[in-house]
C-alpha cells in the first residue's frame, strides 16, 4: 500500500532536496542571516503583557487590518497601494507562484530569476509545476543585461524575482538596470527587498511609476524572524488577485500582537541595523586584510568569501570544517563549479560573535 500511495508522488518532487536547516547547538550560529539582538527587557516585559491579553480561543482578525496599517507606516508604502501578508516571504512566493501556474493550458509558464539566487524562487517553481530559468550573473554578481534581454524575449516569464540585494552574494544590482528590466518585462517583477534594512536601498517609492512592480519585504532580518511574516506590496489589483490564494488566518494572533508592538517601537531596530551595518564594515575589514581569502562587498547582514586554492591551501570545506570545531556555524555553499565555486558565507552578528568568528577563521587558514 505504501508503495502505491508513493506513486503519486510526482517525480519532480521525489527529485528535489529539501531546504536542510543546519542543527546550531552548541555553536554561535551565523548562518542564517538573523539579527543577533533580542529586544530591551523593558519592552519584552511589555510585550508579555499585551500578549496576555491574547484571545487564544478566537481566530486572529482574517486580513490582519490593523498589522497591515502599521506596516504601511513603517515600510512607507505609497498611498494607494496594496499590502497581503505572507507567513513569512517564501509563502508570498508559493501564493505568487500559485497565480500564474497553468495547469490546464498548454503553454510553459515561466518563473525567471538570476542565478546564484536565492534558492526558494527555483524550489518552488517546481512545486507548483512552472518552469524555472535562471540568468546567470556575470563573475562578479552583476546582471548581464545581454543575457537577461534575450532571455525574457525568449521565455516571455510571468515573474521576474529581483532579489535586492541578492543573497547569497550581498549585493544590490544596478538600479538603471532593474528599471529595464521593469520596462521590458511582459508580467510581474518582484523586488525581494528582504535585507533592505542593511542595504538601505528600495524600490518601494517606484510603485508609483510602475504598475508591473511588487516590491516584497520581511520582518526576519529587522530581528523578528520567529514571527515569520513577510509582505508584499503593489498596486491593488494585483494585489487582491494574490490574496484570494492566502490561506484564512495565515497571520496567528501572537504574530498579529507581536509585530503591531515592536513596530510601535521601531526605532529599536532601526538602532540594531545600523549596529550590524557598522560591524559589517569591520568585520569586512579584518577578513579583507587576511591571505587566502577573495571577500566581497556586502549591503546585506552577511558577506560572501571565497578561500583562494593557492598553493598548500585548505580548501573551502576544510575551513568550514575547522570554524565549525572553532564553535561558530557558518554557511558552506558547497559549490565545485560555477561562481560560488569555494565560498563560504558568515552572517554578521554581535561584536563578540564576529570577534569569535574572526578568531577562527584565522586559525583555520594558518592550518597547514
Same mark, same amino acid.
Given at each position: 500500500?505504501?508503495?502505491?500511495?508513493?506513486?503519486?508522488?510526482?517525480?519532480?518532487?521525489?527529485?528535489?532536496?529539501?531546504?536542510?536547516?543546519?542543527?546550531?547547538?552548541?555553536?554561535?550560529?551565523?548562518?542564517?542571516?538573523?539579527?543577533?539582538?533580542?529586544?530591551?527587557?523593558?519592552?519584552?516585559?511589555?510585550?508579555?503583557?499585551?500578549?496576555?491579553?491574547?484571545?487564544?480561543?478566537?481566530?486572529?482578525?482574517?486580513?490582519?487590518?490593523?498589522?497591515?496599517?502599521?506596516?504601511?507606516?513603517?515600510?512607507?508604502?505609497?498611498?494607494?497601494?496594496?499590502?497581503?501578508?505572507?507567513?513569512?516571504?517564501?509563502?508570498?512566493?508559493?501564493?505568487?507562484?500559485?497565480?500564474?501556474?497553468?495547469?490546464?493550458?498548454?503553454?510553459?509558464?515561466?518563473?525567471?530569476?538570476?542565478d546564484p539566487g536565492f534558492v526558494m524562487y527555483k524550489m518552488i517553481a517546481a512545486f507548483v509545476?512552472?518552469?524555472?530559468?535562471?540568468?546567470?550573473?556575470?563573475?562578479?554578481?552583476?546582471?548581464?543585461?545581454?543575457?537577461?534581454?534575450?532571455?525574457?524575449?525568449?521565455?516571455?516569464?510571468?515573474?521576474?524575482?529581483?532579489?535586492?540585494? @541578492? @543573497?547569497?552574494?550581498?549585493?544590490?544590482?544596478?538600479?538603471?538596470?532593474?528599471?529595464?528590466?521593469?520596462?521590458?518585462?511582459?508580467?510581474?517583477?518582484?523586488?525581494?527587498?528582504?535585507?533592505?534594512?542593511?542595504?538601505?536601498?528600495?524600490?518601494?517609492?517606484?510603485?508609483?511609476?510602475?504598475?508591473?512592480?511588487?516590491?516584497?519585504?520581511?520582518?526576519?532580518?529587522?530581528?523578528?524572524?520567529?514571527?515569520?511574516?513577510?509582505?508584499?506590496?503593489?498596486?491593488?489589483?494585483?494585489?487582491?488577485?494574490?490574496?484570494?490564494?492566502?490561506?484564512?488566518?495565515?497571520?496567528?494572533?501572537?504574530?498579529?500582537?507581536?509585530?503591531?508592538?515592536?513596530?510601535?517601537?521601531?526605532?529599536?531596530?532601526?538602532?540594531?541595523?545600523?549596529?550590524?551595518?557598522?560591524?559589517?564594515?569591520?568585520?569586512?575589514?579584518?577578513?579583507?586584510?587576511?591571505?587566502?581569502?577573495?571577500?566581497?562587498?556586502?549591503?546585506?547582514?552577511?558577506?560572501?568569501?571565497?578561500?583562494?586554492?593557492?598553493?598548500?591551501?585548505?580548501?573551502?570545506?576544510?575551513?568550514?570544517?575547522?570554524?565549525?570545531?572553532?564553535?561558530?556555524?557558518?554557511?558552506?555553499?558547497?559549490?565545485?563549479?560555477?561562481?560560488?565555486?569555494?565560498?563560504?558565507?558568515?552572517?554578521?552578528?554581535?561584536?563578540?560573535? @564576529?570577534?569569535?568568528?574572526?578568531?577562527?577563521?584565522?586559525?583555520?587558514?594558518?592550518?597547514?
Open positions: 500500500m505504501l508503495e502505491k500511495s508513493l506513486n503519486w508522488i510526482r517525480p519532480v518532487i521525489k527529485e528535489i532536496q529539501a531546504y536542510h536547516v543546519a542543527d546550531a547547538s552548541g555553536l554561535i550560529k551565523l548562518d542564517a542571516m538573523e539579527n543577533p539582538y533580542q529586544l530591551p527587557d523593558d519592552l519584552k516585559s511589555k510585550l508579555q503583557v499585551e500578549l496576555s491579553k491574547a484571545d487564544l480561543n478566537r481566530y486572529p482578525d482574517p486580513s490582519a487590518s490593523r498589522l497591515r496599517e502599521k506596516l504601511s507606516q513603517v515600510m512607507q508604502v505609497p498611498a494607494g497601494k496594496s499590502i497581503v501578508l505572507g507567513n513569512g516571504s517564501d509563502e508570498l512566493i508559493q501564493m505568487l507562484a500559485m497565480a500564474v501556474a497553468d495547469h490546464e493550458g498548454d503553454n510553459d509558464v515561466c518563473l525567471m530569476s538570476f509545476g512552472l518552469e524555472y530559468v535562471g540568468v546567470p550573473l556575470r563573475d562578479d554578481f552583476t546582471i548581464d543585461m545581454e543575457k537577461t534581454r534575450r532571455s525574457i524575449q525568449q521565455n516571455s516569464p510571468a515573474i521576474i524575482f529581483v532579489a535586492y540585494p @541578492n @543573497n547569497p552574494s550581498a549585493n544590490c544590482y544596478s538600479e538603471k538596470d532593474i528599471e529595464e528590466i521593469i520596462a521590458l518585462a511582459p508580467g510581474m517583477v518582484v523586488l525581494d527587498e528582504a535585507y533592505h534594512p542593511f542595504a538601505q536601498s528600495s524600490f518601494m517609492d517606484r510603485l508609483t511609476r510602475y504598475d508591473n512592480l511588487l516590491v516584497m519585504r520581511t520582518v526576519s532580518k529587522m530581528g523578528l524572524a520567529g514571527l515569520r511574516m513577510g509582505l508584499l506590496c503593489g498596486h491593488p489589483d494585483i494585489i487582491r488577485e494574490i490574496d484570494k490564494i492566502r490561506l484564512p488566518y495565515n497571520i496567528n494572533v501572537l504574530t498579529q500582537i507581536s509585530a503591531e508592538f515592536v513596530l510601535d517601537n521601531v526605532e529599536v531596530l532601526n538602532q540594531q541595523a545600523k549596529l550590524i551595518r557598522d560591524e559589517r564594515e569591520l568585520l569586512m575589514t579584518k577578513m579583507s586584510a587576511m591571505s587566502g581569502l577573495q571577500v566581497f562587498p556586502s549591503q546585506a547582514n552577511f558577506i560572501l568569501f571565497r578561500v583562494l586554492n593557492g598553493e598548500g591551501a585548505e580548501s573551502a570545506n576544510d575551513v568550514f570544517d575547522s570554524i565549525k570545531k572553532s564553535g561558530v556555524l557558518i554557511k558552506n555553499m558547497k559549490a565545485d563549479t560555477g561562481l560560488l565555486k569555494d565560498c563560504l558565507r558568515v552572517t554578521v552578528g554581535s561584536p563578540e560573535e @564576529n570577534q569569535a568568528f574572526v578568531s577562527a577563521l584565522s586559525k583555520a587558514m594558518n592550518i597547514r
